[in-house]
């Protein structure tokens, strides 16, 4: 007799495929009651050490220390510069003066301190002072291209040490630059004729990054300063950073005449540096957007912002065709809207929607 088949599985499914079966499938159960491992904590960060204390015997004795340090840097800070003030106010007395002073700085610079031989060094200083000499004489007439170097040279040196002066002026003392500056100006356009070409080349390099007087005496590090520009011909920089910001505290009402001042002196030293047709140019283009410039700068900071805003609504007047019209036109409008109690939404000028007829409805 047979015996039945009485296993639950099909007769087909071999008993070893059945053990791997179930041998797999208690593995499975076994690592998924298996925990998983929690998550390792992240490294705690390390604080920052904590600065030592210091005790009281031990502060008072270092500020006692730094307080002796200032002292003593300042003396010999202002001895070292009211040394070199004297060299450059010796320089500045003559035509002469400048130039040896000049060519003693250029041989320093280029030939002493790069180890030229004796005999380099005196043929530069001799091409320098010879150059500087000849240009001088040959911009001794108003008509000449090449300006009068000697004349630059001086110019370059005053402004050299003005540049100095309101570095080292406490800042309740900076308003005292301000006369010497509004001399030098003066003085500056007045010499115009005098200091076109390879001249105003020679003013602009005294006070330049280049400049051999400045890397003589390595002064750069005392030439920067805020509200004061080093440049000895721009305009720009010595009213609004210096002129203007001081009559903003000290003489507000004053500052509408500065700014008349200022275009007006601009534009007396570029007449004599510029060709006729570039100037006239200049004073088409420029003019009118100094004179924006002006009307917006009195709007924003001068005593009447209401003269300001009639101001550049006179600029907009005279100056229709001016490539910047527009843009000014949008800035008085965003300022009179700034000013309104309640703005205007639309062109005033535009036609208005017509009215609705409701007559026969119900």
């Known amino acids: 007799m047979r015996l039945k088949n009485t296993f639950p599985f099909p ?40 600065k030592p204390k210091l005790t009281e015997a031990q502060v008072n004795n270092v500020l006692s220390q730094l307080k002796d340090l200032e002292k003593a840097i300042l003396n010999q800070r202002g001895t070292t510069l009211s040394s070199i003030l004297a060299k450059l106010n010796d320089a500045v007395a003559s035509d002469q003066s400048a130039i040896k002073f000049f060519t003693d700085c250029d041989v320093l610079v280029n030939s002493e301190r790069k180890e030229a031989s004796k005999a380099e060094a005196r043929q530069r200083a001799e091409m320098v002072e010879r150059n500087m000499e000849r240009k001088s004489k040959a911009g001794a007439s108003a ?9 630059a040279l001086r110019f370059g040196l005053r402004y050299l040490i003005l540049t100095l002066e309101a570095h080292e002026a406490k800042d309740e003392d900076f308003k005292k630059m301000v006369p010497k500056l509004q001399a030098y100006i003066t003085d500056l356009v007045a010499s115009a004729p005098k200091l076109k070409g390879r001249a105003m080349n020679t003013l602009n390099r005294v006070c330049g990054g280049n400049s051999p007087v400045i890397q003589a005496f390595e002064l750069d590090r005392y030439l920067t300063r805020p509200h004061w520009n080093r440049n000895p011909t721009d305009f720009g920089g010595m009213y609004n950073q210096t002129l203007l910001f001081v009559a903003k505290t000290e003489s507000p009402e004053s500052m509408a005449t500065l700014w008349d001042s200022r275009i007006n ?62 843009s000014w036109v949008q800035q008085l409008r965003t300022s009179v809207n700034a000013s309104s109690a309640t703005p205007a939404t639309s062109d005033p000028s535009a036609t208005p929607p017509p009215t609705p007829n409701t007559a026969g409805t119900n």
């Not at 495929?17 to 499938?25: D, I």
Request: charged share 25%; hydrophobic share 45%.
């Open 143 to 151: 008509d000449d291209e090449e300006g009068d170097t000697a004349l």
């Open 265 to 326: 002196n601009e534009a007396a030293f570029r007449k004599e540096q510029m060709a006729e047709p570039e100037y006239l140019l200049w004073v088409k283009n420029e003019v009118p957007a100094l004179r924006w410039e002006r009307a917006t700068f009195l709007y924003d900071d001068g005593p009447s912002a209401i003269a300001g805003m009639a101001d550049m609504l006179k600029v907009i007047k005279e100056f229709p065709a001016h490539a910047d019209a527009p």
């Open 11 to 50: 007769t087909f499914m071999k008993p070893t495929l059945l053990l791997t079966l179930l041998s797999g499938a208690a593995l499975f159960q076994a690592q998924a009651q298996t925990p998983t491992p929690a998550t390792a904590p992240a490294a705690e960060t390390t604080p920052a050490a904590e």
